[in-house]
């Protein structure tokens, strides 16, 4: 079992910044690949950004392309997403998830943390 927490959701203007971060414990190593998703209000869960076991390699949603980083701690078991430049359609709740690889990122999910800006 893998246990992630997040943390870092608020309300920021748009034009803002916020910081998530998504720690991870438990049998991490089977699970390494870790990333975000987010659900807005009457939609679907969307894919946001993910980072591989290493690192190394990194994949990013369109609508946050440009405008978000996400990526690991030194202990490799804590996952970050700065995002910049936020707008009012970045509002959701944002799910840390874990998994096997980048494509199969949806075995662990966090509870989520409330991310809202304001126009």
């Known amino acids: 079992q893998v246990q992630l927490v997040e943390s870092g959701g608020g309300l920021v203007q748009a034009g803002g910044s916020l910081r998530l971060s998504c720690a991870a414990s438990?049998?991490?190593?089977?699970?390494?690949?870790m990333g975000w998703f987010r659900q807005a209000p009457g939609k679907e869960r969307e894919f946001v950004a993910a980072?591989?076991?290493?690192?190394?390699?990194?994949s990013y949603a369109d609508s946050v392309k440009g405008r978000s980083t996400i990526s690991r701690g030194n202990a490799k078991n804590t996952v970050y997403l700065q995002m910049n430049s936020l707008k009012p359609e970045d509002t959701a709740v944002y799910y840390c998830?874990?998994?096997?690889?980048?494509?199969?990122?949806?075995?662990?999910w966090g509870q989520g943390t409330q991310v809202t800006v304001s126009s």
């Open positions: 438990g049998r991490t190593f089977s699970s390494c690949a």
């Open positions: 980072i591989s076991c290493r690192g190394g390699s990194t």
């Open positions: 998830a874990a998994g096997p690889a980048i494509a199969l990122m949806n075995d662990y």
